[in-house]
């Protein structure tokens, strides 16, 4: 089994910036691929980035641009850096991992989500 522990959401102004952090635990023999979810009340979860194997990356045009996705794999970590922030980039903000915990067994995590909110 394995756990994933959002950190770095919180309040900026518009056109600010911030970094969120996922760091995965537990046993991990690896992690396939990484992504960033969000969902605002009553609306949807909507994928915001992705990276797979191979370092692979991939963006909806909505964040295109302004988000950039990357991870560490000494710390099985990844991070979603969010810059030039609108206040429809408000919402909760979910990771997602698929660790592989032998070379045959592999599963799907979420993180406890973190809030992100833009506002003045």
């Known amino acids: 089994q394995a756990q994933l522990v959002e950190s770095g959401g919180g309040l900026v102004q518009p056109g600010g910036s911030l970094r969120l952090s996922c760091a995965a635990s537990?046993?991990?023999?690896?992690?396939?691929?990484m992504a960033w979810y969000r969902q605002a009340p009553g609306k949807e979860r909507e994928l915001v980035a992705a990276?797979?194997?191979?370092?692979?990356?991939g963006y909806p045009d909505s964040v295109k641009g302004r988000f950039t996705i990357s991870r560490d794999n000494a710390k099985n970590t990844v991070y979603l850096q969010m810059n030039s922030l609108k206040p429809e980039d408000t919402a909760v903000y979910y990771c997602?991992?698929?660790?592989?915990?032998?070379?045959?067994?592999?599963?799907?995590?979420w993180g406890q989500g973190t809030q992100v909110t833009v506002s003045s």
């Open positions: 537990g046993s991990i023999f690896s992690i396939n691929s």
């Open positions: 997602k991992a698929d660790i592989a915990h032998s070379a045959y067994t592999t599963a799907v995590y």
């Open positions: 990276i797979v194997s191979g370092g692979g990356t």
